[in-house]
């Protein structure tokens, strides 16, 4: 087996989600939204963002990442 430098990708499949909210949060989600476009000329979907808020927000949780995530 050949020893290559990079590390095997992991797998990049991506994953549906399915979730409800309350409309004040539906709400708060489209007013980020729109701060977002406002910040970088670009407007994006929820459905886009929230990946990387949640992502944000799990490495930005110092329990989480003390206890060892996946």
């Known amino acids: 087996m050949v020893d290559l430098k990079l ?3 992991p797998d990049r499949t991506p994953i ?3 979730i409800t909210v309350l409309p004040d949060l539906h709400q708060a989600l489209q007013d980020y ?3 977002y ?3 970088y000329g670009r407007a994006e979907a ?3 963002l929230i990946p990387a808020m949640l992502s944000a927000f799990l ?3 110092r329990s ?3 206890l060892g995530k996946v």
């Open 59 to 61: 490495d930005s949780d």
């Open 7 to 9: 590390a095997r990708l």
């Open 46 to 48: 929820v459905a886009d």
């Open 37 to 39: 476009a406002e910040a």
């Open 33 to 35: 939204a729109r701060l």
């Open 16 to 18: 549906k989600l399915s």
């Open 64 to 66: 989480f990442t003390r």
